[in-house]
């Protein structure tokens, strides 16, 4: 038996079966300066454990996409070391705070199955869901990738797809963030005055900003989520790939994406759950990524007077200022994605009302 | 209103205002460990517990120069935007020792203004001043930053300028040192036996080692103090600018020529005020950065028999190592600066007498 | 007398002297995340709090090649700062757990001397020992560098040479590992099923990936380790010299190969001792180390039925995967090594049984 691993194989999922996921990961305020360092985070509740304190908080938490990078890198060996693509992922919600010293682990659910007509591969749907030390869970998301056939001659599972939703419904969201005492919350040291009633279903917002992204950073912080997938850190074996160049970890644009939009959302300090998303675009380090948002809907939460929420979208770009808000290559029904653009974000953020 | 910054203007500034600046930030040893990774600071109270406690701290003080770059970072939205040039600065006292787990926060009294002859722009002073979570301040210093008019045709404020020392008097500084029981301090462990009374007024060192600046060092370390100053990060705006290259935050050249400054200088491990600094020349990543120090003059501190201060002049250079002391471009009144001179920096550092 | 240090010459060194180093460190989570980062280690004793205090520990540990390179990195500027060449070491055996919060100090003693026969350089021996802040022991080891002599006419001293053993004997180590609750190390959480009685010896292991290394990466960790080693920071110098490049740390590599390692080991949590290593050729920033094991030998603990130990060779190559395990440069005796091969390290690693 081999002592390495070598991935899971389209063969060796099964409807139900649930993993384990390797290596349980105590997250401390050293993680928090790190990804502090590699984004520049300026969120007042995830900067301050003073700001944190006065609404309700015990302390600061660890920002939410900090939690989901680890909760995903620990899918990753058993997931997605032989996928061929990451197509997607749904029904992301953040279930409870995560502070430092709190211990992650994760397991994957088997909850979809489907051989491609190709017969050499397939697709598999896990839930994946991230605890802390005490059992509770803190996250869950559902995704799907293509995977490998050890053998294309092994016959085909029956075919199960799960439901899944287009979106967490709004009454879905909100269980990590504790009731906030928001008389206390200070739009000066939040840095914008715009709370929940500022913002309208359909505004547009450019973030200005735009940061370029080294080899160095993109690895350190894959690392920091001990995410083990080849692509980010072997040049050796990319030089003689399709693109001759190390990928970056699609998450990197996510949490550069939602570094930049806190010019213009500086008080949509929590991720409450992510609805889904897509990398249009592969990003390379060398690049300059910028961003936009638009708000897709607004909601207020069950029972809860204290926050509302914004479901956003946010664009990053490559190499582009969002000043125009890129999206599309053209107008009209087919046009494709604007060759700039290398992600599509949608997820709900709280926002003090 | 627009939702994102787009900072202030000439226009914007009035005496006697008073801005709170957005973000408080929690510093952690997580900020302490990356500072060091990105510096290799080896002053022994900054580095170890167990040896500030002997001397008197409650446990090793952040490296103030690490407070300093936090409490900057805050002010750069609402002060310096804008700037066409950061001119200087002048009376930075540290005033409170600050410790991991301590929540910074910062404010900017606008006290000088003039209008530039041009009409287009204006030179805006302020006194900044960081604070801890108890509202005590631990750090103020002055500067004063050109600023662009959002409209030439508007009216010239009244002219006023601020009354700001040319350096600190010694019997203004050492707020933030505890009285230390120097018995206890270590030379040995400290890395050096030159204490005050070996160190002489107009003493010249040369601090040896070079340090060469990567991309992602820069930008980690100013994203770790959440300056947002758009020129660091942005390679995409900077390749069609005057450099073309990211520029370097000048706080960085500081921190790497302190560090080096250990090489000669162990002992002086507490920097009690900056009286002034010139930012001579860009610094660009690639480059290798050299110090050398000169003591200007030497002052025992009013009522403490623990520690003196020395006020030195610490000048860093790129790509030219600093045996000869380079400074001038020639001999004589009227000569420019060396033109691998990027740093002149003068301060008060404290070491044990 | 210089106020800064330009190290120590061969005349400097005399037997049983002993040379108490610079700066002492407190290690804390901060240190941890960024090796974390820089690394991507994932062994879960180290990962988690909670999976560390179920086994028996108080905490998760630092990883022992941390402690061992911020020991290390405390003798250079006393042992190595002149050293023509860093020729070898062995005997090293860590002998306490190092938690976050502890303080490293580290003394070297002289136990060897020998005049090359050129009689300007000569050969140290010395056994440098690292401490915590109770002055407990953490580890110790013996290394030997040769040194310039500051005048090639002083003469030479008697020649001592240390007896340092081929290879650490299996009863002296393990001082570091508490007993542990074996039954309650999951196996799952740890990412492997293979336990001591899994590993035959003479059994060889390919970490299959590969890691990119980046100049800012190798940068930042040999500085969080103090090691001020000149020939890793300084670009300008490097220019001038022999490879023309800044040269990586060897414990780079090391660090690299063992948390490559993983893969195949990954229940070899704890590294025990280091018996001896080579570093073989340079390694420079832009390659990617692959890396591949072989088992040497195993043997139990006197007096412990918790874990065995497996005594290792990890090879490190530079560009060049190691499916088929390179090592020499052809068959047969007196071929060289493999022009790939960076590192050969030969250790002691625990495993539960």
């Known amino acids: 038996m081999s002592k390495?691993?070598?991935?899971?194989?389209?063969?060796?999922?099964?409807?139900?079966?649930?993993?384990?996921?390797?290596?349980?990961?105590?997250?401390?305020?050293?993680?928090?300066?790190?990804y502090n360092g590699l984004f520049g985070n300026r969120f007042a509740v995830q900067s301050s454990d003073a700001f944190a304190e006065k609404i309700g908080y015990p302390r600061a938490p660890l920002d939410n996409l900090l939690v989901f990078h680890i909760v995903f890198g620990k899918t990753v060996p058993d997931i997605s070391l032989n996928a061929v693509a990451n197509l997607g992922y749904a029904d992301c919600r953040f279930r409870k705070p995560v502070y430092p010293g709190d211990t992650l682990s994760a397991t994957s659910e088997v909850i979809g199955l489907r051989q491609n007509a190709s017969?050499?591969?397939?697709i598999v749907y896990?839930?994946?869901?991230?605890f802390n030390q005490d059992g509770a869970e803190v996250l869950t998301f559902a995704r799907w990738v293509m995977?490998?056939?050890?053998?294309?001659?092994?016959?085909?599972?029956?075919?199960?797809?799960?439901?899944?939703?287009?979106?967490?419904?709004?009454?879905?969201?909100g269980e990590a963030c504790p009731i906030l005492n928001t008389a206390a919350y200070s739009d000066v040291l939040a840095g914008s005055p715009h709370r929940y009633d500022d913002y309208a279903v359909g505004e547009t917002i450019d973030h200005v900003d735009g940061i370029?992204?080294?080899?160095?950073?993109?690895?350190?912080?894959?690392?920091?989520?001990?995410?083990?997938?080849?692509?980010?850190?072997?040049?050796?074996?990319?030089?003689?790939?399709r693109f001759g160049r190390r990928l970056i970890y699609g998450g990197h644009a996510i949490s550069l994406a939602r570094a930049l939009s806190?010019?213009?959302?500086?008080?949509?300090?929590?991720?409450?759950?992510?609805n889904g998303g897509r990398h249009i675009a592969p990003l390379?380090?060398?690049?300059?990524?910028?961003?936009?948002?638009?708000?897709?809907?607004?909601?207020t939460l069950p029972g809860r007077e204290d926050v509302?929420?914004?479901?956003?979208?946010?664009?990053?770009?490559?190499?582009?200022?969002?000043?125009?808000?890129?999206?599309?290559?053209?107008?009209?029904?087919?046009?494709?994605?604007?060759?700039?653009?290398?992600?599509?974000?949608?997820?709900?953020?709280?926002?003090?009302?």
């Not at 017969?119 to 397939?122: I, L, P, Q, Y």
């Not at 806190?262 to 992510?274: E, K, T, V, Y």
């Not at 390379?284 to 909601?299: I, N």
Request: with cysteine.
């Open 4 to 34: 390495t691993t070598s991935g899971h194989f389209f063969e060796d999922f099964q409807i139900g079966q649930t993993i384990a996921h390797a290596t349980p990961r105590t997250v401390t305020v050293g993680d928090v300066a790190l």
């Open 119 to 122: 017969g050499k591969t397939g």
């Open 126 to 130: 896990v839930r994946s869901r991230g």
């Open 147 to 173: 995977v490998e056939k050890r053998d294309a001659a092994s016959p085909a599972p029956a075919e199960t797809l799960p439901d899944l939703p287009q979106a967490v419904d709004a009454s879905a969201i």
């Open 212 to 241: 370029t992204v080294e080899e160095a950073e993109h690895m350190i912080a894959t690392r920091l989520y001990q995410n083990t997938a080849r692509v980010h850190f072997n040049q050796y074996a990319q030089s003689k790939g």
């Open 262 to 274: 806190f010019n213009g959302l500086a008080n949509a300090f929590h991720i409450a759950a992510i």
């Open 284 to 299: 390379f380090a060398g690049a300059t990524v910028f961003a936009w948002s638009q708000v897709l809907a607004k909601s």
């Open 308 to 353: 509302g929420a914004l479901r956003l979208r946010t664009v990053a770009t490559k190499d582009r200022p969002c000043a125009d808000f890129p999206l599309k290559a053209g107008e009209g029904e087919g046009k494709g994605d604007d060759p700039a653009v290398i992600l599509d974000l949608d997820y709900w953020a709280l926002i003090p009302r």
